[in-house]
């Protein structure tokens, strides 16, 4: 296929990444409308109300887990009085600011719609129309997410939660760290939510083990942890570990994660991917190989979210413009082989520091910075794609660092705004590029 042109297209979700898409598309002349299961711009950082399963998905006191200027969209800083790991509200605030920005475009005020508290129920492909069947319905609660628990192999849950209902629990459930006073609490897993639960709850309890499948230091606070989990004892609400541990706890909570789930997607009736930790014939982790009008913006695992998105929504909004050709069958699979020669889970190629976040960001920029010249008039700007410059090269070494020293001044931290404020002075500017933008002004960094 040489290029694709629709002057529809529907972004299915208004959080960061519908967010990101949606600006690129515009720019390129798209009419675009946007399907928000919420009743309001944002995604999950809105922090409303509960899913259909009871989650909450912001719990009390959420903050982010990496500096702001990780998170940061190229064409839009944060007020310089943001906390350097911002709590959810100013999240929430910085996604509303720049939608707000979006929709008073010129190209936002003619060619965009948003359906809000609509849940996407089916999308379907009738091939040889080129066009895609979009059903919703009004929506009064968020759907469940696809919660990440390990395999059955870890014997006996399944009688601990018929008998103890509601010990056994997935990050998303968490609500609030002083329920748990004085209880004992296994937290599985050490990523991000593990680490930051497994704190909040040390502050109302002593009792905190985290179970890991590697060794190594957990945090400042939590000192104990053990191996993976062998079996479950209903009997005693024991749990037993590799390496012979034993001990009893009152709650359990699974910080694993969440899998990727699509089920509106659907083909001649058939789902188009399995619920799971890899999402397949996705070229560049953005197009779906058999019908490229279907793309996937932000699903790598990765701390720079908010410029994969922009990186990612910059290649779609040119390929479906016609400014970027297509990529072939034959580019795809040779990709897609290449990829899984060195990494089973494709998804994982990025997270697992095989390709880092600097070398695909800047590849999708190169990318988009071949695309025929920008025709739609001297009062429509063109969205250019971001840039991963030395500067936040930079920031990202020191990020573990400084987010260390950050937490560690307690509940006087939100005074600190940036890396300078803390002592690190970084000695790398933010770099620019033809063709792409750096973060603007590293001053939400340096200053």
Same mark, same amino acid.
């Given at each position: 296929?040489?290029?694709?042109?629709?002057?529809?297209?529907?972004?299915?979700?208004?959080?960061?990444?519908?967010?990101?898409?949606?600006?690129?598309?515009?720019?390129?002349?798209?009419?675009?409308?946007?399907?928000?299961?919420?009743?309001?711009?944002?995604?999950?950082?809105?922090?409303?109300?509960?899913?259909?399963?009871?989650?909450?998905?912001?719990?009390?006191?959420?903050?982010?887990?990496?500096?702001?200027?990780?998170?940061?969209?190229?064409?839009?800083?944060?007020?310089?009085?943001?906390?350097?790991?911002?709590?959810?509200?100013?999240?929430?605030?910085?996604?509303?600011?720049?939608?707000?920005?979006?929709?008073?475009?010129?190209?936002?005020?003619?060619?965009?719609?948003?359906?809000?508290?609509?849940?996407?129920?089916?999308?379907?492909?009738?091939?040889?129309?080129?066009?895609?069947?979009?059903?919703?319905?009004?929506?009064?609660?968020?759907?469940?997410?696809?919660?990440?628990?390990?395999?059955?192999?870890?014997?006996?849950?399944?009688?601990?939660?018929?008998?103890?209902?509601?010990?056994?629990?997935?990050?998303?459930?968490?609500?609030?760290?002083?329920?748990?006073?004085?209880?004992?609490?296994?937290?599985?897993?050490?990523?991000?939510?593990?680490?930051?639960?497994?704190?909040?709850?040390?502050?109302?309890?002593?009792?905190?083990?985290?179970?890991?499948?590697?060794?190594?230091?957990?945090?400042?606070?939590?000192?104990?942890?053990?191996?993976?989990?062998?079996?479950?004892?209903?009997?005693?609400?024991?749990?037993?570990?590799?390496?012979?541990?034993?001990?009893?706890?009152?709650?359990?909570?699974?910080?694993?994660?969440?899998?990727?789930?699509?089920?509106?997607?659907?083909?001649?009736?058939?789902?188009?991917?399995?619920?799971?930790?890899?999402?397949?014939?996705?070229?560049?982790?953005?197009?779906?190989?058999?019908?490229?009008?279907?793309?996937?913006?932000? $699903? =790598?695992?990765?701390?720079? &979210?908010? +410029? !994969?998105?922009?990186?990612?929504? %910059?290649?779609? #909004? /040119?390929?479906?413009?016609?400014?970027?050709?297509?990529?072939?069958?034959?580019?795809?699979?040779?990709?897609?082989?290449?990829?899984?020669?060195?990494?089973?889970?494709?998804?994982?190629?990025?997270?697992?520091?095989?390709?880092?976040?600097?070398?695909?960001?800047?590849?999708?920029?190169?990318?988009?910075?071949?695309?025929?010249?920008?025709?739609?008039?001297?009062?429509?700007?063109?969205? $250019? =794609?971001?840039?991963?410059? &030395?500067? +936040? !090269?930079?920031?990202?070494?020191? %990020?573990?660092? #400084? /987010?260390?020293?950050?937490?560690?001044?307690?509940?006087?931290?939100?005074?600190?705004?940036?890396?300078?404020?803390?002592?690190?002075?970084?000695?790398?500017?933010?770099?620019?590029?033809?063709?792409?933008?750096?973060?603007?002004?590293?001053?939400?960094?340096?200053?």
């Amino acid at each position: 296929m040489s290029g694709l042109k629709n002057s529809k297209v529907a972004v299915i979700g208004g959080g960061m990444a519908g967010l990101a898409a949606t600006k690129s598309l515009l720019a390129e002349g798209f009419s675009v409308t946007i399907f928000e299961s919420r009743r309001e711009l944002g995604g999950v950082w809105t922090g409303e109300g509960l899913t259909s399963d009871g989650d909450g998905l912001m719990y009390d006191g959420l903050e982010t887990n990496v500096a702001r200027s990780m998170m940061t969209f190229t064409d839009q800083p944060w007020s310089v009085d943001t906390p350097l790991s911002p709590p959810n509200n100013n999240v929430k605030q910085y996604l509303q600011c720049y939608a707000n920005d979006i929709q008073r475009l010129p190209d936002g005020l003619e060619s965009l719609t948003c359906y809000l508290g609509t849940q996407v129920i089916d999308v379907r492909y009738t091939p040889g129309s080129g066009m895609w069947t979009v059903d919703t319905q009004t929506n009064n609660e968020t759907a469940p997410k696809a919660k990440h628990f390990p395999s059955s192999r870890e014997r006996g849950r399944d009688r601990w939660n018929a008998q103890h209902p509601g010990t056994i629990l997935h990050s998303s459930q968490f609500q609030s760290a002083e329920f748990y006073r004085g209880k004992n609490v296994l937290i599985v897993g050490k990523g991000p939510s593990g680490l930051d639960i497994s704190t909040r709850i040390h502050a109302f309890t002593d009792n905190v083990v985290v179970s890991t499948r590697s060794d190594g230091r957990i945090s400042d606070v939590i000192q104990y942890h053990v191996g993976p989990i062998e079996s479950f004892d209903a009997s005693d609400m024991t749990v037993n570990f590799q390496g012979g541990i034993t001990l009893r706890f009152d709650y359990i909570i699974y910080c694993t994660g969440f899998l990727y789930d699509f089920p509106f997607l659907s083909r001649r009736n058939e789902p188009l991917f399995e619920r799971g930790i890899a999402m397949p014939d996705l070229f560049q982790h953005i197009f779906y190989k058999p019908m490229p009008t279907l793309a996937f913006v932000g $699903l =790598p695992k990765l701390t720079v &979210t908010f +410029m !994969v998105a922009e990186a990612q929504s %910059a290649v779609v #909004a /040119r390929v479906f413009s016609r400014r970027l050709p297509c990529p072939t069958a034959e580019e795809m699979e040779l990709w897609g082989s290449q990829v899984r020669s060195t990494e089973p889970n494709m998804m994982m190629v990025v997270a697992r520091g095989l390709l880092t976040p600097d070398q695909y960001i800047n590849r999708l920029s190169d990318w988009s910075s071949q695309a025929t010249d920008f025709r739609r008039g001297p009062d429509i700007s063109e969205k $250019l =794609p971001p840039y991963y410059c &030395t500067g +936040m !090269v930079n920031a990202q070494a020191v %990020a573990g660092d #400084a /987010r260390a020293r950050y937490m560690a001044h307690g509940s006087n931290r939100f005074q600190y705004t940036t890396y300078r404020s803390l002592n690190f002075m970084l000695d790398i500017p933010c770099s620019s590029k033809v063709g792409g933008m750096g973060i603007l002004g590293m001053d939400a960094v340096n200053a």
